[in-house]
């Protein structure tokens, strides 16, 4: 119990020193901070660049779906969007698939082959845009917010505007000096929407159709407008010479274990053939740059923080070479002398690490609101701060960084030389 109490004693003695010397050390390891809270930044940054990616430009797949489309066109060759058949799927290579094994349900992505435009005025400004026009079953939308219906001839045809549409077009607005519009604002928005004539083709005849925005989606990656396919085939069967095509299908699986024979079963149709895979593939091979810039700039800020914080406590050695000097004459062990140096360095660390955390996150979420205004091209980006649980591992890193950062130093003051130091 002796013992006991003299290791309690010693304990609470050590406790009261190192509360003691924090305050005054807090310098040394001010780098940490900024160490954290760029990290923060980076964690936040990098998870809203790849849901953007993933959603927005690539569109989103669960994991027993697969999107086709028909190979690319040949090389020099591009799309016309006025008048011509799009590159589509054959209605051949469609019953081929139907047949594969392990196939569920298949969605038709179809586009209208003739020119359209969009007609909307707001805030006392007409706008007027060549536009595609693609179409959809309405069971494409199932379990979403969409008040998606059939087509009804007489009533306002419902408009899907993917999310990467909406982008382009707050950019648009950005650049022309109109109001940007977010998801909220353009849900109900009334519009005509004008098929048979466009800029590419001024003099054809023109049938207008009333329209409005039944929502917006990320199931589709496209510039265009989504609307139902029942309306396109009624149009093309209205209006002889005007013909429609199979441009994408959405595949579902009835086992995500199907999934990859049935990739290779619909590769082998001259097809492409897209996975929940391939788009984490392309996202990650459009996130390797961000990557590369975060790692370059974190190895430069972590180069500066070790050896600011080291130089730091190569002053704090000198200034109380007279107290650890005393300290080593009386008995204390070398060892005792650098674990009080690192655990020093940590905790100051630990403390400047969870500054570091919630600095960022209210920098984060300040970026957030101010980056649409910056940069209009990233108003669809939304970032949104790290969650709390990380804030153990922010403390945890930062007080490592310190604690490595003092270590030379510690060695330096467990090894002074006891004559030396005590001479007059």
Known sequence: MKYLYYIFRNLRLEVRDLLGRIPRVLLASFGVFFLIAFLAFFMALRDSVSSYMENRIFGRLDINEVRVMPRPLPEGRGPDFSSTRANEIPESKIRAIRKLDGVGSIYRVIRLNAPAMLYA????????????????????????????????????????????????????????????????????????????????????????????????????????????????????????????????????????????????????????????????EKTNRALALVDGVFFIVMIIILALTVTAIANSYMAVVYNRSQEIVLRRIVGQSKLRVVLSFIVEAAAVGAIFGAGGFFIGQMGIAHLSRMLPKWVPLLAGLEISPPPMKFLAPAAFLSAAVAAASAFVPAVIASNLNLFKSTKL
């Open 121 to 280: 005025g707001a805030f006392g400004t007409h706008l007027r845009t060549d536009i595609l026009v693609s179409g959809v079953e309405p069971d494409f939308f199932r379990g979403t917010d969409i008040n998606w219906k059939r087509f009804v001839p007489g009533e306002r045809l419902p408009v899907v505007i993917p999310y990467f549409a909406l982008d382009l077009y707050n950019n648009f607005a950005a650049a022309s000096g109109l109001p940007e519009l977010g998801k909220k604002a353009l849900t109900g928005f009334m519009m005509d929407l004008s098929i048979g004539k466009s800029s590419f083709i001024p003099g054809g005849k023109e049938s207008r159709f009333p329209a409005k925005v039944a929502g917006f989606s990320d199931r589709v990656s496209s510039a265009g407008i989504v609307v139902p396919s029942d309306f396109i085939r009624r149009y093309c069967r209205d209006n002889p010479g005007n013909t429609w095509s199979t441009i994408l299908l959405h595949i579902t699986s009835r086992s995500p274990a199907k999934v990859p024979s049935l990739v290779d079963g619909i590769r082998r149709l001259d097809l492409q053939v897209q996975s929940r895979r391939d788009i984490a």
